[in-house]
């Protein structure tokens, strides 16, 4: 199936711990997001790539690192986990970049639901 | 700080009305416009973008836009139980991303 999938679905840790989620995306789109999505269902991106170049990186603390290999693959690792992480992370992919489409809506995930204890 | 503001609701309707979800947005040279529908424990799904001014009907679904206003909004027509969800606009930002309102949280009671 074509599709934006990401893995664990569920991950269920300690503070202070050292994870990553992985995603990856067969729709050939160009660039790929990951987007946080908190307790009050208000999701906000946090980083995107765009061909492997990183495009945005917002007000993230550094311990979340994205890393992205190749344009279909853009996985987030997170260190030294603290509670405030708790939340659903979503990874996502469109098509165009800002100057090639406008339409260029996301295509996201089914998310990681991060439970930091 | 570009935004978008969505009411949160719950915007309760009865089913076979019209449901109509608002929302504003900050950013005066935004193109183009999304609304997405995510049910609990869900991912969000497109349901209809837009970029021109005025109406486009997709179905029981239209998105209406008003760039003089910066105010896009979803109409709902004959309302399905099956409608109930949090609805999130969105707006493309100059960076390519999707900035999102917080939700408007529909339901529709049988």
């Known amino acids: 199936d074509t599709a934006v999938s990401q893995t664990p679905k569920y991950l269920v840790t300690q503070m202070g711990n050292d994870k990553s989620i992985k995603c990856e995306q067969n729709?050939?789109?160009?660039?790929m997001y990951w987007y946080k999505q908190d307790s009050k269902k208000f999701l906000k991106i946090m980083f995107s790539y765009n061909n492997k170049e990183l495009i945005i990186n917002e007000t993230v603390p550094n311990r979340f690192s994205p890393k992205s290999p190749d344009k279909a693959h853009l996985n987030l690792h997170i260190n030294s986990l603290e509670l405030g992480d708790s939340a659903v992370y979503f990874c996502a992919s469109s098509q165009d970049w800002i100057w090639k489409g406008r339409n260029s809506p996301l295509h996201f995930g089914n998310g990681t639901r991060l439970t930091v204890t | 700080q570009k935004e978008v503001e969505q009411n949160s609701g719950p915007l309760s309707v009865p089913e076979g009305a019209i449901a109509s979800l608002n929302c504003t947005y900050s950013?005066?040279?935004?193109?183009?416009f999304f609304w997405y529908r995510q049910y609990s424990g869900k991912s969000p799904e497109l349901i209809m973008f837009i970029y021109s001014n005025g109406d486009k009907e997709d179905g029981r679904f239209t998105a209406q836009l008003n760039k003089a206003s910066q105010y896009v909004s979803l109409l709902i027509r004959d309302s399905q139980p099956s409608d109930s969800a949090t609805y999130l606009c969105?707006?493309?930002?100059?960076?390519?991303?999707?900035?999102f309102g917080k939700g408007t949280k529909l339901s529709v009671k049988p």
């Open positions: 969105a707006v493309r930002g100059s960076q390519g991303n999707l900035i």
């Open positions: 950013d005066r040279g935004s193109q183009s």
């Open positions: 729709l050939g789109h160009d660039t």
